[in-house]
């Protein structure tokens, strides 16, 4: 070998070893690399001197050294050996502690992952009790391969008395909902998709939960779901609807008991027969007239049908106010009696005096010119009846009082309509029927009601 191939040999083996040593120093100083222990750092330090040795052998032949031994490139060689024999013993050691040490790191990698499944496992336990849910896993052949505690919980079982099985789960459900669950796990597994089902849950003892059943298909032949006991929000909506029927059954019962009539603004009946009573009573002391005038709407029937409801009303409000402004006395009332028919009880009025403001509210209506195509005039008219209170020998009890204007009002009627027709004695023949009296009025309920 000549000087010059010398020379670059030496130059490329203390190359070779330079590049190996910095490339096992980044290696070496990397994190994982602290497996390998002190080991490491005297592979690096017998690699270094062995690129110093190389490093002189080729500042000897660059400048040829006469000085230096002639036993240099020997002692090179010599090293070189050395160091192979010394890194096999090492090295192989090295992989053997590595592979020791991929072991214990794998491990602890394991044993934190296994801690965070059991942590979050503990968090889903803790939301499922604080939610009511709990979660399932079914596969196609009906094995149930996933019940978490919570579903034993809301089935009111112990996971070491009860095994689940697809026959098993279903038979805890009311009878009515087992087969559309079936029918919705059956669809699930066979075709995929997602469903949701309100069913009821029959725990072993004997309290029925309801609970909401959610579940989709997650993989091939796979199903996946949550179970949510709703029963305390199914109780409040019973009870909300139970209030809320409460509520409209006194809303109801405050109507009977308000003494206004919502649609005319008149008194109601309800505040007419408490007021007759009353007048009727005073009158029986006081030995003065009651009179009592009722006003029908002629036709009115025939009105609704002909312009509806909402203008009927609107037509029942006018006549209703036009006739409370007719009675001037302080005592009398205008009521509401029923339908389109307006009762005016007149405190110290005879038949004369309840017939004159009778024609005075006919006429008063006549005068409203309200067009009505269903009347021979062509306009609203009003049938009125006339009667009077004047000693109990002649009338005897309120409702009789009542009874004796509505059969001068039938007489009105009777005789062509927009009139005004007093009661007669001769009318208790000709429409009174005596086999099929109006019941009497019970007057001390009456009372009893007004006073309380």
């Not at 336990?125 to 849910?133: G, K």
């Not at 009870?239 to 206004?260: C, F, G, I, K, P």
């Not at 009696?337 to 017939?355: C, E, F, K």
Request: include cysteine; hydrophobic fraction near 50%; proline fraction near 4%.
């Amino acid at each position: 070998m000549t000087m010059g191939q010398a020379e670059l040999s030496a130059l490329m083996s203390a190359l070779a070893y330079a590049a190996v040593t910095l490339a096992l120093l980044q290696i070496f100083r990397a994190r994982d690399a602290a497996i390998l222990g002190r080991r490491r750092w005297v592979v690096a330090c017998i690699l270094a001197a062995e690129a110093g040795l190389q490093t002189l052998l080729l500042l000897a032949l660059a400048h040829k050294w006469r000085t230096a031994p002639a036993s240099l490139p020997l002692a090179a060689a010599a090293g070189q050996l050395a160091i192979g024999l010394c890194l096999w013993p090492l090295l192989a050691g090295m992989k053997a502690r590595l592979a020791r040490a991929m072991g214990r790191c794998l491990r602890r990698r394991i044993e934190h992952a296994n801690s965070q499944a059991e942590s979050a496992r503990a968090i889903l336990e803790l939301a499922e009790s604080a939610a009511q849910f709990g979660h399932w896993r079914v596969d196609l052949t009906g094995r149930v391969f996933e019940w978490s505690t919570a579903m034993y919980r809301l089935h009111g079982l112990t996971p070491a008395s009860f095994l689940p099985a697809m026959d098993q789960v279903l038979a805890l459900f009311h009878p009515e909902d087992r087969q559309s669950l079936a029918n919705a796990l059956a669809a699930v597994l066979a075709e995929g998709g997602e469903f949701e089902l309100k069913l009821r849950l029959c725990r072993p003892d004997g309290e029925q939960r309801h609970v909401i059943m959610r579940g989709r298909a997650t993989g091939r032949a796979v199903a996946a779901g949550v179970l949510v006991d709703v029963t305390l929000q199914h109780q409040a909506e019973a009870s909300l609807r139970a209030a809320n029927a409460a509520v409209l059954q006194a809303n109801a019962t405050l109507r009977e008991m308000t003494l206004e009539d919502e649609l005319t603004g008149l008194s109601n009946r309800r505040q007419f027969d408490l007021s007759l009573v009353h007048e009727f009573k005073r009158a029986v002391r006081s030995g003065l007239p009651l009179g009592l005038a009722l006003i029908d709407i002629d036709h009115f029937r025939d009105y609704n049908k002909i312009y509806g409801s909402v203008a009927g009303d609107a037509c029942l409000r006018r006549v209703a106010q036009a006739i409370k402004a007719v009675p001037r006395r302080t005592g009398d009332i205008v009521a509401r009696h029923r339908g389109g028919q307006i009762a005016v009880l007149l405190p110290l009025a005879d038949d004369r005096g309840a017939a004159r403001v009778a024609t005075v509210i006919q006429e008063t209506v006549q005068a409203l010119r309200i067009a009505h195509s269903g009347d021979e005039t062509g306009f609203l008219t009003v049938s009125c009846g006339a009667a009077a209170f004047t000693s109990l020998a002649d009338v005897n009890n309120p409702q009789e009082l009542v009874r004796r204007a509505g059969l001068a009002l039938d007489k009105a009627k009777t005789e062509g309509r927009n009139r005004v027709a007093r009661f007669e004695p001769s009318l208790n023949g000709d429409l009174y029927d005596f086999h099929n009296p109006p019941p009497p009025l019970d007057m001390e309920r009456l009372i009893k009601n007004h006073v309380s």
